[in-house]
């Protein structure tokens, strides 16, 4: 089994950046973020394969948010960047611990056994 804990989350103003971090109790292949926002679904954000090297986004995110990981640590990262009101939400990191493979990765929250508690990421002038 493995925990998950979120960090970095906070208030912002329009056009900020921030640099949400997970850390992993043990080793994890895919691993993703989500988020949701008060009243919605929660919803993909971006996902990472073990290797790092095969990435996904979501639109609204592309060009301005990077996931990006460091296995020896086991950590995985969010920089987010020209932040705008609608990416207020809470931010969960989620793992997979199955190996299909250093390239694998899944935009599906399904596939994703363990979560983290969510860190508060708000948008605001």
């Known amino acids: 089994q493995v925990q998950l804990e979120e960090s970095g989350g906070g208030l912002v103003r329009p056009g900020d950046s921030l640099r949400l971090s997970c850390t992993a109790s043990g080793r994890t292949y895919a691993m993703a973020w989500f988020r949701q926002a008060p009243g919605k679904e929660r919803e993909f954000v971006a996902a990472?394969?073990?290797?790092?090297?095969?990435?996904h986004y979501t639109d609204s995110v592309k060009g301005r948010f990077t996931i990006s990981r460091d296995n020896a640590k086991n950590t995985v990262a969010l920089q987010m960047n020209s932040l705008k009101p609608e990416d207020t939400a809470i931010y969960y990191c989620a793992a997979d611990v199955r190996n299909y493979g250093s390239s694998y990765y899944s935009t599906g929250a399904g596939f994703y056994d363990y979560w983290g508690q969510g860190t508060q990421v708000t948008v605001s002038s």
């Open positions: 990472i394969s073990r290797s790092g090297g095969t990435t």
